[in-house]
């Protein structure tokens, strides 16, 4: 069996959550398949590279358009693949136009990710494209209950619709020898009251929401990522008094991830709206043990964290109810191990890496049979 895989981009280089997933399901898939990723190249160069046995194809990319690559060449790539079965990852415009412009009628498969919400003023210039591209797919991926009830896209499409929630390498998470005394020395040299915060710095993020929080909560929060916001929420630290106990890292090794997340006592995901469709990093700290602090968005976000099991729960946009939320944990060490095992446990029954290779390839054999 022969899949490529088509996205704007593939990690590495790139570090956000949709691009980190497909890495882990297709160096999974690769074990059993031929598996071919396709991203545009940021140049005007096809480059190719294999990765943990996964061939990446970066095709040419003539610049971005409301952060849609233009890349020509994609279709005619697509189709000399001749994949049996091709699976994009939604949204990406460029891939959509590949797979219909390609002429090649193999069996698509589309994991929906999210909605379209930053460039929704042109949806509806893309409409009949996506009317198309939804009747010929075979089976839609959704990673979540709440994400399809609360899409007015997705909602549309139920009936050929699979729930495979992204699931994490929990091995990969496991400490190291030696690990263990960095996350002392971690502990020793900001305290025991360690908020932690991994993404990528963007709008939706709601981190000026932590960092206001923060004005309330006697602890140190560090957040680790980049991205556009940086700048602007260095800034705001200084200006709101607590920029020596919010610590930009920056992008970090595993490795050193690894020891954050374990020295935490508390991880919070603060996002503002449904651009925020799962959020990965949640499952990444559950599998550490740690309970979660999120917002209650109607998207996966509240699908991975239920209130009271895992972690809490809070409004979007309050700034207020979030350093509450933190506190009751930092402040309530049996709740905080309660929640922190009930979240490892719930990792391990159903967000597993091996759990969504599986039902992935499950998906791909229906699609397959005549």
């Known amino acids: 069996m022969r899949v490529v895989h088509v996205f704007k981009d593939y990690y590495p280089p790139t570090t956000g959550g949709i691009e980190q997933h497909m890495r882990l399901l297709c160096t999974g898939l690769a074990r059993q398949m031929d598996v071919t990723v396709l991203v545009p190249s940021r ?3 096809t480059l190719e590279e294999r990765l943990d046995g996964v061939l990446v194809i970066r095709v040419p990319e003539y610049g971005r358009y409301a952060s849609v690559p233009l890349c020509p060449t994609m279709p005619v790539q697509l189709r000399r693949l001749r994949p049996d079965i091709v699976h994009l990852h939604f949204p990406n415009p460029m891939g959509d136009l ?51 009830a609360s899409s007015r896209v997705l909602s549309r499409y139920r009936r050929k619709t699979t729930i495979i929630p992204f699931g994490v390498d929990r ?13 002392e020395w971690l502990r020793r040299d900001l305290g025991r009251r360690l908020v932690v915060f991994v993404g990528v710095l963007r709008y939706y993020k709601g981190l000026d929401i932590l960092l206001r ?20 929420l260095e800034a705001m630290a200084v200006q709101l ?8 890292l920056g992008e970090v090794p595993e490795s050193r991830l690894r020891v954050l997340l374990h020295g935490a006592e508390v991880f919070v995901l603060p996002s503002i709206d449904r651009c925020e469709a799962f959020g990965i990093a ?42 509450d939320a933190v506190n009751r ?29 599986t039902r992935t390839l499950e998906v791909y054999r229906e699609v397959l049979v005549p």
């Open 213 to 232: 929080a923060m004005t309330k909560v006697a602890g140190c929060l560090l957040i680790v990522g980049s991205g556009p916001e940086r700048e602007r």
């Open 43 to 45: 140049s005007r160069r």
């Open 171 to 183: 091995e990969a998470l496991s400490l190291r020898d030696g690990e263990a005394t960095e996350v």
């Open 282 to 323: 949640q499952l990444e700290a559950m599998a550490c043990g740690k309970p979660v602090v999120s917002t209650d968005l109607p998207t996966g976000v509240r699908f991975v964290n239920p209130h009271g099991v895992t972690g809490l729960r809070v409004p979007p946009r309050d700034p207020d109810a979030l350093a």
């Open 241 to 248: 008094g607590v920029a020596n106990r919010a610590l930009f």
């Open 98 to 148: 590949a797979y219909l412009l390609s002429g090649w009628g193999a069996p698509l498969v589309i994991t929906y990710h999210a909605d379209i919400i930053k460039q929704r003023p042109f949806v509806p210039f893309y409409r009949p494209v996506l009317a198309l591209l939804f009747k010929q797919a075979q089976r839609i991926i959704a990673t979540s209950p709440d994400y399809i």
């Open 329 to 357: 944990l930092l402040d309530d060490p049996q709740l905080r191990a309660h929640l922190g095992q009930a979240a490892q446990e719930r990792v391990e029954r159903e967000f597993t890496a091996e759990g969504m290779i």
